[in-house]
């Protein structure tokens, strides 16, 4: 229930403890706006140093009267609702989406800059063929997962040195952002990009040695490959005939969110069959006669593509597709 004491608790600064039930809520000064909210048993002792026995549960901000408390907090009965503040939860996320949002307005705002900065690093990691390779077979997982393919691929940046920690030692950064949102947001974002931390940009191939980079070199970086393969998708739309199109043309025509499973009618050595098959498991590209429910339609699937190299047989059995049906529906026909 509300208690009126609690509340003068939390309204008076000079008051720095309160005993209620089993609980006793201490006050810690902070700054001139906050204090820390502790709280800890009865059986407290506090002549002691902080231990076990008593936690962090919040910050008070005294110029809004507002509890920011770690949690949906048990302190929430004693308090009236208008007291009660964002958490330390929701606050931290504000911050991540604050800080991601003002990365990607930063690096996009100084992309030209950043690339030219880039560039070196960026032509020694691709010259390997093998890192080429690997862009290239990036650039078709994302051709296949586009939305939209005519518009152009654009990374998005994520800012992901801020770690949510609610110890007395790590809540500066959320009272600096509860004071001042917008100083400490531009603070930490230039105080990142123009650090001259070394980062390793890593191969995927065993063998092949890293680049090192400066944080800003590797934003350039990153915004090279994203040049690169915006290059390759338009490549790759120009085939219209294509395997990665036909698997494209596949994937569009399928709704995981409304279909289980659809129909399927393939062609091969001048044989059709038309079988059930789940549509997940062809979204993903993966053909195997364990997927057909009907046994006698699964002994005449592994007869018809019997000739095929078992390591070749999805992209082989996914060439011979003809029709895709959803109920009367026809999604897609060659």
Known sequence: MLNKDFEKFI????????????????????????????????????????????????????????LHLTSDYRIG??????????????????????????????????????????????????????????????????????????????????????????????IKPIVAYLKHKDIFIDDVINTEINSEKVVKIHSNTSGIPSVDATVAEELGFILLKADAINKYIQEFKKDTKSFLNLKRKIRDCLDLDKMKTVNITVKHNDKELTFKYPVDTLYRFSMSDWNVPDLDTRAKYKDLFS??????????????????????????EK
Not at 307 to 329: A, R
Request: net charge negative; with cysteine; charged share 30%.
């Open 77 to 170: 009965k004693y308090a009236d609702e208008t007291l009660i503040g964002d958490t330390l939860y929701s606050i931290t996320s504000a911050i991540y989406r604050d800080l991601n949002n003002r990365y990607n307005e930063y690096v996009y705002k100084h992309m030209d800059e950043l690339k030219s900065r880039a560039q070196k690093v960026y032509d020694t990691y691709y010259s390997y063929s093998e890192n080429i390779l690997s862009l290239k077979s990036l650039a078709e997982d994302i051709y296949l997962s586009m939305s939209n393919i005519n518009e152009p691929y654009k990374y998005q940046f994520k800012y992901s040195n801020y770690t949510e920690n609610y110890s007395v030692a790590d």
């Open 307 to 332: 000739d095929l190299d078992w390591y070749k047989s999805d992209e082989n059995v996914i060439k011979c597709i003809t029709k895709i049906t959803y109920g009367k529906n026809i999604l897609f």
């Open 11 to 66: 309204k008076n600064r000079n008051q720095t403890t309160f005993k209620i039930d089993d609980y006793i809520f201490v006050k810690v000064k902070y700054d001139d706006d906050f204090d820390y909210i502790f709280d800890g048993y009865n059986d407290f002792n506090f002549n002691s140093s902080y231990n076990s026995k008593i936690e962090l549960i919040g910050l008070l901000d005294y110029k809004t009267n507002k």
